[in-house]
């Protein structure tokens, strides 16, 4: 039997950014041996949660193939995506896995009609060339994020809203059928009112059309809505990572209890109706020995301040932290 490769796996994935010169260089831990994978087959809303400045986009262009790891591999099906995207299974990859991005406005240039982009993914990467073939599968696309072509033909970005625009380069990223989308931070410039909507695509598009979405946010309201599985980030480190019903509802890391506890809703649906923010950005976490969170635990205990916790599986997740290590 051939073997059966995941579709995605991140192993011990570490990036490492020199900041400042001089006296004042520092290695700054972006990712630190992040590992998760999603299984082939099984199409899931994987969501990556944590505060601004804690990995989560440089993770997302690990995956992308766009950055290149410092330590540690990531796997498409088998296969290193350095590999795929430095030779000629590149057009390939790039099909199968498709990014959207944070503002719509600088996905699309202002002075272009967005159905030129359209058109040329679905001739680049689908049909060839041919305007017809192009147009239909331009059009099957946008059928399914629920706009028709008719409202995007000759039409420049300016004249759509940013609900409607984040829908239609969803549209664009479908095109090439992709089996994976990495969405980062896809509704934070988009109204509330329309933020379920691009959500429910999500939904929709995992369920009807066996799409998975490594859904990306700062946002816990989206991520408890939309996520099978969600990975907690602080300072470029999964801490705590699980069903979504479970890391939220039942945090075992202090740091997703603080997260919890920082929104003081009794009902349930709004739960998750604050976003994540502790405190400001500190470098010193980043650099700090032991456990990244150790400044902040509740707690803290002496070995977070020496020894960096394992990570251990508990139930049907896993929880950095040296209150659940043996
Ligand atoms: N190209 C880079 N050079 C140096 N530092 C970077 C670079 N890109 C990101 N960083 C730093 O890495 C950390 C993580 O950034 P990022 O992945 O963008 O976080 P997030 O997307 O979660 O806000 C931040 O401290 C950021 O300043
Ligand atoms: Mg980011």
Redesign the pocket.
Known sequence: MPTRHKLLSINDVTKV?T?GGGFQRAR?K?VEKASFALEEGKPEIFTLA?E???????LAKMILGLLEPTDGEVLHSGRSVQDLVKGDQRDDFNKKVQAVFQNPFETFNPLRPVDTYLLETARNYVTGGSNGASKNAVAEALDLVGISYSLVEDRYPHEFSGGQLQRISIARALITAPSLIIADEPVSMVDASLKMSVCNLFKVLKEEHQVNVIYITHDLATAYYVSDRIAIMFRGNIVELGPVNTVLVEPKHPYTRVLKDSVPEPDPSNKWSGRIKLSGFEERDFMRKGCKFAGRCPEVKAICEEEDPPMVAIGSGMVKCHLYAR
Not at 52 to 58: A, D, F, N, P, Q
């Open positions: 950014f900041i700054l972006a944590g601004s400045g804690c990995g989560k986009t440089t």
